[in-house]
């Protein structure tokens, strides 16, 4: 991460030594640091989707009830004069009554019509009771489900009645009738919407909503009593759906001024502008246009349905300015409900809150049912009235002298009101009150690509803001812009589906219905788009066809897999990775795709990636060749060639560095082994065979502590981790989380779960030669050692066996899964555990003569108890093992998968085994480690078919939903690390300052020079032997490392920060450890003497230790002991070696040396090679021979020159210049020494010297470019550790003698250290290893004793 050095320092003052070196802070890279080290592998937890409506409704019949009786007031109203009069804007008194009545039926019809003009209308003029009841169950039983209206307009009858009645005519107009409420639901059914426009219209409401109580009584009633007379009856419609829209209060009249209509809340609900605009102009506030006249508002011109026209356009935003009031201030499902659900309610609900605004005003308020909060306050208001004023001013003038139309600035300005919201970067903020204008001013062209783009950033704010967007009902409007072919559009439509889609998958259906997936695949297949936004396309085609069969069937017509395969090799990774996930999803479960990608070779220009450079694009690659293998469909010879090239392919990535990229293989691997579960069977019996051959105990197993365990005589099987292995010393449970099926394994010494761990796959025989030769050595028997133990196994049977050349692939992969399942991660153990255990759960258990199972005998296991150190529980008793019948029985049991599973090359079994009969049903008495247990073996033996999903459907690793996270979280802001504001940046500036401190105050010390370092200044006892310790570079924190665990000390408090379990198994130790990032956010490495490396976070603090990714870093090491035979220090050696390691096997175990600056972690031990790994790409990136036959004991390398200095078992020095050829790369090799190098160290200055030292304690000093060493020293024989302090050119030599000398750079002894400070002035124990602080003057020293002391420099210089 850089920084310019002006943002921390003024560059006039000039940058001093320190400061310069905090700079480098800035600039030195970080490893682990990555998304997929810190988070989960997981997708992000599905919301709970509200915005999509679960039922769309139509409201498609509609009752018109007119009680006019005009000329005829009723009893119970006194009108003023002059009084309103107006009914659908028609004087009734202007014509005769009937004319007038028929003539306001029609307009209401005709209102009405403009909002819904496809429903039945159906008009009853001055009704009779039965006139009312025959239009309405007429109009319920054409609407089906549907919704249905029913408007009343009262004026003419008297007012409702607290009983819950309103009133129409009897046939001769002579008496007013009641009309109970309760008929009317019950004609009308439910769902109904009612308007009432008429005085006390809220006693209507009231009465409503106790019947419809009544009847949900009722109704529970009759549920509950079947005998109740209620029962009987046909049963009432519940009225849950229904809607009502009252004129006024139950205690309230309608207003009789005579400026406004007799039917003020129609004319709200049904012409709302017009009654809008009069209202406006009958205000007394001051306006932009004095003296407009109402004769003038009826001359504005244009349609109201046309945007393009001054009314339409006010119209527009009239709608725009009800929907955002409603969408501010009601609850979601509500708003989703009335303003969302059905059209017709939608535009009634919109103009009832203008009914609310206006009517108000005249002391009357308007009532619903669901209640809405008040909204005729609301500051929206004040724009719709700035919004007509300024229409007004604007289309007036133009009556008057016809000038062109100026379009309103009123959305311009909502848009910028938008934008302020969204740059006032606050977390937890109301949402944007603009939100459904935007969606509005997707329909207008003019604003389109403004509003796309606000949008856009509005979506990236995260998955809460496209939730909102998605609630408000922005769905439709962008799918219906994909139809658009404007080109400057796509780069924002194709952003904004990335966050829909990553947000809510669901969507793939609407996409492909509406051919919407077409628009992505020519945004990907367009050359000139820029690689992030056809990473974006690839990706909502990812999307698509997820387990999606017509979405994949759509995306292969049009030609997905050839466009993709196109941009394999394109520079952007996510692009590539996106690409490698599209492909894998298109032809998962989906034969077509499969074919189409053999024709295009797709597997094959797959396999490019597999060495990708990044970490999650090799996963994506794995991800696709898996999906590629997992087809379940017919298996010709053609597609069982390809699979085994691809298994092959993939089985090379059985030491990736990184974890997710080994994940993923796993899976793969196991569609494979679920695709040819009959051939696998057939192998996993094999080596379950081979491993009963062998009764040797394992030395790890018997070996004690302080026996010197001889390593290369007896052939020894080694086992994976025992189940006590996994219990935390401290309740980091996190490190493991053990599998059920590791728990009831029994690990007994003749042969547990390991006895399937062989070597691993030489990589180097390419997979086309390794089909045809499955007797080649280099292939099969390529035994590498994994977890530092040989592993032995026969191969005489197996070899008789694989008579077949294809098998002896399912024999490789099977070693692969077995590699993985003594993986150095426990996710990936635990998940090639689950592979191996079901298959040889299946072989095991289709073997066994059926008999036997029912007999019983199989009850007769102990699961392994986790205390019992994993020996075997031997049990008494139980029925013998039935011997099997004759050789060919392994073929009768073996059950031979479906004909269309077959290979058709595969000829039919010969076992070449002579006489012997392959003993596959002489199965010892105790549980195996894959055996599941007697009780499932019915179910699962007999029906092969269920077993398949058993494993695929079980595993995946969550890839591809973890990656599409990428696309739900903000992609345009600033990372907090790069913001100068957040805390993650403040706290990495104090640490570097803490640095800089720690620097300048350690360089001020060993400047002076140290004259002394024997001041002990901490001591305790360790919870194990320590064997190697590391202080962290700039806080007071040390590591110290026993055989297995890891304790955390702070030196200057003197306590105990941690102690945790490192994970190794236990006949493994750790060799050594480096802190990395130590000059920010530290983490520890460790590596141990198998070759594997883990890395650890959240030690030392309060947290739970995490293990942040592991991985095998030297895949085949030798075990060497110390020293060479032909020394003269034979003997010394010897017994160093043996005094070193006790119950270790000697070696060097494994040697590493970090470089920050370049990322790079150098890896030797107990190999010939120098394996150099790049932890950025998390992948090896050079192997070095060392060229000698022993084995390296110490590295050291300088970024600088490129150099690597190793020191070796046998006395040398080597020098390697990593940027040449591995055959010219050793540039030196010096040969002074005569026993095992303790030591080698590259001074790091430009013209650093190699000092180096051996057992014998001669201490060597050469300058790289002269052949013979430069000045020698001679310290302590029987040396057993050294360290070198990098700035204090001080060197100490711990001796099994039991002393510390310390040197100073002339070989003078300026310190001589053997016993502890304190009361008993105890001698010091054996050394057992030993470090300076890379900067203070501080010489840590653990011994064989248990303790760990600190010694330092007088306390005058400190």
Not at 271 to 285: D, G
Not at 547 to 559: D, F, K, P, R, W
Not at 1006 to 1029: E, M
Request: proline letters at 7%.
């Amino acid at each position: 991460m850089k920084m310019d050095s002006d943002l921390l320092h003024s560059p006039a003052v000039g940058l001093t030594e320190e400061e310069e070196a905090d700079m480098n802070d800035w600039k030195l890279p970080l490893a682990f640091m990555k998304k997929r080290h810190s988070e989960k592998i997981e997708g992000s937890k599905a919301l709970a989707q509200s915005w999509r409506m679960k039922d769309r409704m139509k409201t498609v019949s509609v009752a018109l009830v007119l009680c006019l009786n005009v000329g005829v007031d009723p009893p119970d109203v006194v009108k003023t004069s002059p009084c309103a009069r107006l009914e659908c804007w028609i004087d009734p008194l202007s014509m005769s009554p009937q004319k007038a009545l028929e003539t306001i039926g029609a307009n209401l019809q005709k209102q009405y019509e403009n909002w819904q003009p496809r429903a039945r209308y159906k008009q009853s003029l001055d009704p009779t009771v039965d006139e009312v009841k025959k239009l309405c169950t007429s109009l319920r039983r054409n609407a089906k489900e549907e919704r249905v209206l029913f408007h009343y307009n009262g004026h003419g009858v008297p007012r409702p009645t607290v009983n819950g009645e309103i009133w129409v005519f009897n046939k001769n107009y002579t008496q007013y009738i009641p009309l109970s409420i309760y008929d009317l639901q019950t004609w009308m059914g439910s769902p109904s919407i009612f308007v009432y426009d008429c005085s006390n219209a809220g006693i209507i409401v009231k009465s409503f909503k106790q019947f419809a109580l009544q009847r949900e009584q009722e109704l529970e009633v009759a549920a509950i009593n079947p005998s109740h007379p209620l029962a009987q009856m046909p049963l009432p419609p519940s009225m849950k759906n229904c809607i009502q829209l009252a004129a006024c209060e139950a205690s309230e009249l309608l207003p009789m001024n005579p400026d406004l209509p007799a039917d003020l809340f129609t004319s709200c609900l049904t012409t709302p502008i017009k009654i809008a605009l009069r209202w406006f102009c009958m205000q007394k506030s001051a306006k932009l246009v004095p003296g407009v006249t109402l004769d003038l508002i009826e001359k504005i011109p244009g349609r109201l349905n046309d945007r393009r026209t001054p009314l339409g356009e006010l119209n527009w935003i009239f709608t725009a300015i009800t929907d955002t009031i409603a969408w501010n201030v009601l609850p979601r499902d509500l708003f989703q409900k009335l303003f969302r659900q059905d059209l017709l309610v939608a535009s009634l609900f919109r103009n009832f809150l203008l009914a609310e605004r206006i009517m108000r005003s005249y002391n009357c308020t308007p009532v619903s049912s669901p209640r809405l909060p008040p909204t005729y306050m609301h500051a929206m208001w004040q724009a719709w009235d700035l919004a007509v004023d300024i229409c007004l001013l604007s289309s007036l003038p133009s009556l008057r002298r016809a000038t062109a139309f100026r379009h309103s600035p009123f959305f311009a300005e909502q848009l910028t009101a938008f934008q302020v919201w969204l740059t006032m970067g606050v977390e937890n903020r109301n949402p944007p009150e603009q939100l459904p204008i935007v969606l509005q001013v997707l329909l207008s062209q003019v604003h389109r690509l403004r509003a796309l783009d606000l949008l856009g950033c509005f979506l990236d704010l995260g998955p809460w803001a496209v939730s909102l967007a998605l609630s408000v009902g922005i769905f439709p409007y962008v799918l219906k812009l994909l139809q658009s072919s404007a080109r400057e559009l796509r780069p924002l439509l194709v952003f904004i589906w990335a966050k829909i889609l990553a947000v809510d998958s669901s969507c793939q259906a609407d996409l492909v219905k509406d051919n919407g997936h077409k628009y992505f695949l020519s945004v990907l297949a367009d050359s000139y788009m820029p690689a992030e936004h056809r990473t974006m396309a690839v990706f909502i085609l990812a999307v698509i066809v997820n387990s999606y069969n017509t979405g994949q069937e759509a995306c292969l017509q049009g030609n997905l897999i050839a466009n993709c395969l196109e941009q394999l090799s394109d520079p952007h990774p996510l692009l590539r990775q996106w690409v490698a996930i599209c492909l894998g999803r298109i032809w998962q479960n989906f034969e077509p795709a499969r074919w189409c990608g053999v024709r295009d070779s797709a597997h094959e220009k797959l396999y490019t990636l597999l060495s990708d450079p990044i970490p999650e694009v090799r996963c994506a690659a794995v991800f696709a060749l898996g999906t590629f293998v997992g087809n379940s469909a017919e298996r010709t010879d053609h597609s069982t060639t390809i699979d085994h090239n691809v298994a092959m392919m993939l089985a090379q990535l059985i030491n990736d560095g990184s974890p997710v990229v080994r994940k993923e293989l796993v899976v793969a691997l196991s569609h494979l082994v679920v695709q040819y579960e009959s051939n696998f069977c057939t192998v996993a019996l094999q080596f379950i065979e081979e491993e009963k051959n062998y009764t040797v105990p394992s030395p790890a197993n018997t070996a004690e502590p302080g026996s010197l365990t001889p390593v290369r005589d007896s052939p020894a099987i080694p086992r994976l981790r025992s189940v006590n292995s996994y219990t935390n010393i401290r309740a980091a449970t996190t490190a493991r989380n053990l599998n059920k099926s590791l728990q009831n394994l029994n690990l007994n010494e003749e042969g547990g779960p390991a006895a399937f761990s062989p070597g691993n796959l030489s990589t180097s025989s390419s997979a086309s030669s390794t089909l045809g030769s499955p007797d080649n050595d280099e292939y099969i028997l390529s035994f590498e050692t994994i977890d530092k133990m040989r592993r032995v196994s026969s191969y005489s049977s197996l070899n008789s066996l694989i008579g077949v050349s294809f098998n002896s692939v399912y024999t490789q992969i099977w070693r692969v899964l077995l590699h993985l399942a003594a993986d150095p991660f426990p996710e990936v153990s635990d998940l090639a555990m689950k592979v191996l255990n079901s298959i040889a759960y299946k072989a095991t258990m289709n073997a066994r003569p059926q008999r036997i199972l029912d007999s019983g005998s199989l009850t007769q296991s102990a699961p392994a108890s986790p205390t019992s150190k994993g020996t075997h529980i031997h049990q008494a008793g139980g029925s013998p093992p039935m011997p099997s019948a004759s050789s060919s029985s392994l073929t009768n049991e073996v059950p031979k998968p479906p004909a269309r599973e077959q290979p058709a090359t595969r000829p039919p079994y010969t076992p070449t085994l002579g006489g012997q009969a392959p003993h596959s049903h002489q199965f010892p008495r105790t549980r195996k480690m894959f055996d599941k247990g007697p009780e499932q073996a019915g179910e699962d033996g007999d029906e092969p078919g269920s077993h398949r999903n058993y494993i695929s459907a079980a595993l995946q690793t969550g890839l591809c939903d973890w990656s599409a996270k990428y696309f739900a979280q903000p992609v345009m802001k600033i990372p907090e690390e790069h913001d100068l504001e957040s805390q993650v940046r403040m706290e990495r500036q104090w640490r570097f300052l803490r640095n800089t401190r720690v620097r300048r105050q350690s360089r001020g010390i060993t400047q002076r020079g140290v004259s002394r370092l024997d001041d002990q200044i901490f001591i305790n006892r360790n919870p194990g032997v320590p064997s190697v310790v590391k202080f962290h570079p700039f806080n007071t924190c040390i590591a110290v490392a026993d055989k297995d665990s890891i304790c955390f000390w702070d030196w200057e408090k003197g306590e105990r920060l941690d102690y945790f379990y490192n994970g190794n198994p236990r006949y493994t130790r750790i060799t050594a450890m480096e802190y990395l990032n130590g000059h920010d956010c530290s983490l520890l490495l460790t590596a141990t003497d198998d070759g594997a490396l883990r890395i650890w976070k959240n030690f030392a603090d309060q947290k739970n230790p995490e293990m942040v990714t592991a991985w095998q870093g030297l895949s085949d090491m030798l075990p060497t002991t110390r020293g060479q035979p032909t020394s003269s220090a034979h003997s010394l050696a010897r017994r160093v070696s043996i005094y070193l390691d006790r119950s270790k096997q000697g070696g060097a175990g494994m040697v590493v040396d970090w470089e920050q600056e370049t990322g790079l972690l150098m890896t030797s031990g107990d190999v010939r090679v120098v394996r150099i790994w790049d932890t950025d790409r998390e992948m090896k990136v050079q192997d070095i021979p060392t060229g000698a036959d022993s084995c390296v004991t110490s590295l050291s390398c300088d970024s600088q020159r490129s150099l690597i200095v190793a020191g070796l078992g046998d006395g040398s020095v080597r020098v390697f210049d990593r940027r040449m050829g591995p055959n010219e790369c050793r540039v030196m090799t010096y040969r002074e020494h005569g026993a095992w190098v303790v030591k080698a160290h590259l001074q790091k200055e430009t013209d650093g010297h190699i000092i180096s030292v051996s057992v014998n304690g001669d201490v060597r000093f050469f300058e790289p470019r002269s052949p013979d060493s430069i000045n020698v020293l001679q310290t302590v024989k029987g040396l057993t550790a050294l360290d070198i302090h990098p700035q204090a050119n001080l060197f100490a030599c711990g001796s099994m003698n039991q002393f510390i000398a310390v040197y100073n750079a002339n070989g003078d002894v300026i310190s001589n250290i053997k016993y502890y400070d304190g009361f008993m002035g105890q001698r010091i124990g054996a050394i057992s290893c030993l470090a300076f602080h890379p900067h203070w003057p501080h010489l840590a020293v653990g011994s064989n004793d248990y303790y760990m002391s600190i010694y330092s420099a007088e306390k005058r210089l400190r």
